[in-house]
């Protein structure tokens, strides 16, 4: 999935990710509280499953480095 390739390039070449990958969590958890369409759901559960398959979800939102 293209989401989870730029986590990847991300994760390697930025020095403080946490700020991208929050404002990706927020991005995605803001669609499915609107819930406009299965578009955007489908979209939002998308993004999380890409952070989800990277484990950045929970670590990198949370301030901490290690991945489980």
Do not use: H
């Not at 369409?37 to 939102?61: C, E, H, K, R, W």
């Not at 949370?62 to 991945?67: C, H, I, K, M």
């Amino acid at each position: 999935m293209l989401l989870s390739a730029c986590l990847d390039i991300i994760k390697t070449k930025e020095k403080n990710p946490g700020d991208i990958y929050r404002r990706i969590f927020e991005e995605a958890k803001s669609g499915l509280m609107k819930a406009s369409s299965t578009d955007t759901i489908l979209g939002s559960l998308l993004a999380f499953s890409s952070m989800l398959q990277n484990q950045q979800i929970v670590s990198d939102y949370n301030g901490e480095r290690d991945t489980f």
